[in-house]
């Protein structure tokens, strides 16, 4: 499936990439799996996910967790724990 | 309920007298600014940068917002969240809500401000003598907001 992924914060930086559309293999099911993926197609990448805990997601604007399905997912959003008010 | 992202300075006071005016029905009314401090841990600051995700910052304060307005009988809301650079001193975000007595009014902004510390997308970036540094999320922000977490429901076993 083809869907946008934006990045923020300091994983944007670390990717170097505000956002980007990516193809999904069918194996890529839940956001975890998502993460693994990315994690896999560069330094920077693994970089910024180098500590899969700490990176929230939100698929379509509305938090996640790393066990949720992607399918039909138009936007998924990878950034850091959140530092507003 | 009003909601606002914006990289411009707002009025505390003047959104305040709004959310009151012309009605006699309202008794209570809380305002909270929060406000760029010039020091973090003992380090100086010298300025803050606020990113967003825009579209997500304002859904999620919207279901916040509704979610207050679920728990108590508010009468109004206004929230208002500035990104953008900022510097010591300038206003923040703005939580203003009204009720008929102050319970409500004290409450809803309490739990407004927790879930704005932690759920709502805005990350803030510090510059300091040494450089920027990302800011970290507290553990203190993630245990307040938790307190308003309605308790689960118990098994049929238990």
């Not at chain 1, 990516?22 to 194996?27: E, G, I, M, N, T």
């Amino acid at each position: 499936m083809s869907v946008k992924l934006l990045y923020f914060a300091w994983v944007r930086e670390r990717i170097g990439r505000t956002e980007e559309v990516v193809d999904l293999p069918d194996a890529v099911r839940t956001v975890g799996d998502l993460v693994g993926w990315l994690a896999g197609r560069g330094e920077e990448y693994a970089h910024a996910f180098d500590n899969p805990k700490v990176v929230r997601a939100a698929i379509d604007r509305t938090h996640v967790r790393p066990d949720a399905a992607i399918a039909g997912a138009r936007e998924i959003a990878f950034f850091p724990p959140m530092t507003g008010g | 309920m009003t909601i606002r992202l914006q990289r411009e300075d707002f009025d505390a006071a003047a959104e305040a007298a709004k959310i009151a005016r012309g009605r006699t029905d309202i008794g209570a009314v809380v305002t909270f600014a929060g406000i760029c401090r010039d020091h973090e841990g003992g380090a100086g600051v010298s300025a803050l940068t606020l990113e967003h995700y825009p579209g997500m910052a304002e859904e999620e304060i919207a279901r916040h917002v509704a979610e207050a307005e679920k728990r108590w009988p508010l009468l109004g809301v206004t929230v208002i969240h500035r990104y953008g650079r900022l510097v010591p001193g300038d206003n923040i975000v703005l939580v203003v809500t009204a009720s008929a007595h102050r319970e409500a009014a004290f409450s809803a902004a309490e739990f407004l401000m927790d879930y704005l510390k932690t759920r709502a997308p805005f990350w803030k970036q510090e510059e300091r003598q040494q450089g920027k540094a990302w800011v970290d999320a507290k553990q203190s922000d993630d245990a307040a907001a938790g307190r308003w977490d309605r308790p689960r429901k118990r098994d049929a076993a238990e």
